[in-house]
């Protein structure tokens, strides 16, 4: 079986910021009102506006005029509209993609000490999107953003001690930054602290607090955690082993999409362990596996054909296709 180790770096959106007070009396926060602000220049109101039409709220979803009162605040150097603009530019929301104009959007955010800005274009460093790839510019970015608290960039950072890039690799502070992210119910920290205390990473190895930490994260909805967790029932790691357990957190994390806990429950359908054995519905989990470049479901599955009839690998091939096409929910 396979386990999953540290969650991918991921963008999310940045978001604006907890607005400002007020003082004398409760701001109107209506559209009418907003759009009367935003008309007149008030940099907060057109960030705010523009993000009301980014996502649909008060007003028809409009990712267009979203952008251009994002615009018109982050020319006014707002620096929460400059992130937010970054974004929209980075991945083509109302505007074509320009990762270019999206780092220089981000970098103006970034040197307001936007976290958010901060952590945005440590991405762009880290995935050569932009700029050029640059790991040890990624690192400063992401540390910026991750002693202002930003638990996004707390688990980033904590991927590149573990791993050694742009910084020495340095397992006990990898723990320390996956740990503040993970305190702050970040399903990817909680998944990675999790790595860690399984695989005795920086921590003692603990499979107990392996399975703390990778339900915490699994209960969020995290694919990567729901199969480790599985894996910790299959194998009777940090709980009592329970088939039937490990049958359902596999299956969570394969109707994600995800290839390792696709290949382990096609392991267990394949033994007929925690199911009823079916080497067709196994021979399908192995086949979606395999198509995202798991290598150890290809050879299961191609052991596992040896043993089946042309009817049934067709069928399960079919079963597969079928998947595919609806895809992961």
Do not use: C
């Not at 009367?36 to 649909?56: H, I």
């Not at 970034?110 to 958010?116: K, N, R, S, V, W």
């Not at 910084?167 to 970040?186: I, Y």
């Amino acid at each position: 079986m396979r386990r999953a180790f540290f969650a991918i770096l991921v963008a999310l959106i940045p978001m604006l910021g907890a607005p400002k007070p007020a003082t004398a009396q409760t701001v109107d926060d209506s559209i009418p009102a907003l759009t009367s602000r935003a008309q007149k220049g008030n940099a907060d109101a057109q960030a705010r506006l523009g993000a009301m039409y980014d996502l649909g709220r008060g007003v028809p979803q409009d990712h267009t005029e979203a952008l251009k009162w994002f615009r018109l605040a982050a020319d006014q150097g707002h620096a929460g509209a400059q992130s937010i603009l970054g974004f929209m530019y980075a991945n083509g929301r109302g505007v074509p993609q320009d990762h270019t104009e999206a780092v220089k959007w981000y970098r103006l955010a970034a040197d307001q000490g936007h976290a958010g800005g901060q952590y945005l274009l440590g991405i762009m460093y880290n995935n050569g999107q932009g700029v050029p790839q640059n790991r040890a510019e990624a690192v400063k970015w992401f540390r910026l953003a991750a002693d202002q608290g930003l638990a996004d960039a707390q688990s980033n950072l904590g991927i590149m001690y573990a791993t050694g890039q742009g910084v020495p690799q340095n397992q006990a502070a990898a723990v320390k930054w996956f740990r503040l992210a993970a305190d702050q119910g970040h399903a990817d920290g909680q998944s990675n602290l999790g790595a860690m205390y399984a695989n005795g990473r920086g921590v003692p190895q603990n499979h107990t607090a392996a399975v703390k930490w990778y339900r915490l994260a699994a209960d969020q909805g995290n694919a990567g955690a729901q199969s480790n967790l599985g894996l910790k029932y299959a194998t009777g790691q940090g709980v009592p082993q329970n088939h039937a357990e490990a049958v359902k957190w596999f299956r969570r994390a394969a109707d994600q999409g995800h290839a390792d806990g696709q290949s382990n429950l096609g392991v267990m359908y394949n033994n007929g362990q925690g199911v009823p054995q079916n080497h067709v519905v196994a021979h399908m989990w192995y086949n979606l596996a395999g198509a995202q470049g798991e290598s150890d479901a290809l050879k299961n599955r191609d052991r596992l054909a040896s043993k089946m009839t042309p009817a049934q690998i067709a069928e399960a091939q079919h079963l597969a296709a079928q998947w595919q096409r609806k895809g992961p929910p």
